[in-house]
Every structure is written in structure tokens, then in C-alpha cells.
């Protein structure tokens, strides 16, 4: 009896090269469901905190029983000032001087960033909104933000979308000075509570 060689361990070329081109195949089917739901997290991302933000904002105004705006800008460091603008990437939170004490001035709070990484995410919405020292929402027409906070952003809401998104997230903020997150493609319902 002779004995035969022993086969040595290992893959084939051709195996190597079906469990290749199989995981090519995988990759390319899942890549644009993969880069919707980053697009998806992005709108959320910004939405939350958009959301904290505010919500920041209206615990300030109830803690320091002052008026209080909160205010979108470009500036990455608002603290030195800043003009608040509309589509803004970043957001401030200030006190507001009463008019009536020349010895009381505005005060910066604190700042943060809406999702810097990105910069694709639109927000659609009012630049500014002011709280009263009841943790309302209020029109002031200069809280020293270089825009007013008008009635037409009572209720105010912010529309957060991206290009290629599968859905947008608005933010709203109740006159009452409730903020809630929400989807406006959905109708509010029993059985659609995240609808607007």
C-alpha cells in the first residue's frame, strides 16, 4: 500500500475568487440603502439637537426667570457675538437685557453645534425665538441677536431635511414653550404619535 500525498490546507484560486466577487455583489446591492440610512441619521443627528437646544433655552428661561432667545448662526464661537441667521449650522443661547436697568445687560448662556460633519442638512425656520421669564414663547422685536423674534414664529418650527434623505424631522415649539420633535409626513394620531 502506498500512501498518497496529504492535501494541504488552504483555499483555491477559485474559491478565493467566488467569495470575492460574492462579497462585491453584497456590497454594491447594500451601498445605497447603507448611504440613506447615514443621510437618515444626519436629519436626526441635527434634529435632536436642534431640539436640545431649544429645550436648553426654555429651562434657562424658567431657572433665571428672565427673558431668553435662542438664535441659529454661522458663528462657531457666538460668545464674542454673533448675528443670528436663519439656516445658521450653529445655535446660541443669551440672556436678554431689560430695557427698563441700564446696569442689566445680555449674557451669553451657551452654544452648540447641529451637525457640523453635515453640511448638506437644511433648517428651515425662524433665526430667532425669544422666551419669556414663564418659559413662553414671546415676541421681542431686539433681543440683541440682529434680528427680532416676531409673532410669525409663534408657534415657531423648524423643517431639518437633506438631499437624499428618505424622510425630514420638523422641530415645533408650542406657544406654551413645549418643544417636540415630529415627522410631517405622518398626521398626529392614536396610532401615529411621532406624526405632527
Known amino acids: 500500500m502506498t500512501a498518497s500525498p496529504a492535501r494541504s490546507a488552504g483555499f483555491t484560486l477559485v474559491e478565493l475568487m ?3 466577487t460574492l462579497l462585491a455583489i453584497i456590497v ?12 437618515n441619521s ?17 429651562a434657562e428661561s424658567l431657572r433665571r426667570s428672565r427673558q431668553v432667545v435662542f438664535s441659529l448662526t454661522d458663528s462657531a464661537s457666538p460668545q464674542s457675538g454673533f448675528t443670528a441667521k436663519a439656516d445658521g449650522k450653529y445655535w446660541s443661547i443669551n440672556t436678554i437685557g ?20 453635515a453640511s448638506e442638512v437644511s433648517i428651515r425656520g425662524p ?20 434680528v427680532g423674534c416676531a409673532s410669525d414664529a409663534i408657534p415657531a418650527a423648524y ?24 415627522d410631517p409626513s405622518k398626521t398626529l394620531s392614536t396610532t401615529a404619535p411621532d406624526g405632527c
Do not use: Y
Open 28 to 39: 454594491f446591492l447594500a451601498a445605497p440603502s447603507m448611504m440613506g440610512w447615514i443621510k
Open 127 to 146: 433665526a430667532a425665538v425669544c422666551f419669556s421669564s414663564l418659559g413662553r414663547l414671546v415676541v421681542n422685536a431686539e433681543p440683541g441677536v440682529g
Open 98 to 117: 431689560i430695557q427698563d436697568e441700564s446696569s442689566d445687560t445680555a449674557a451669553f448662556v451657551e452654544s452648540g453645534a447641529l451637525d457640523v460633519a
Open 42 to 58: 444626519q436629519v436626526r443627528a441635527t434634529s435632536d439637537a436642534l431640539q436640545n437646544g431649544l429645550r436648553l433655552a426654555q
Open 159 to 182: 423643517n431639518v431635511s437633506m438631499p437624499g434623505a428618505d424622510r425630514s424631522l420638523r422641530v415645533t415649539v408650542a406657544v406654551g414653550g413645549q418643544v417636540r420633535m415630529c
Open 18 to 20: 467566488v467569495t470575492v
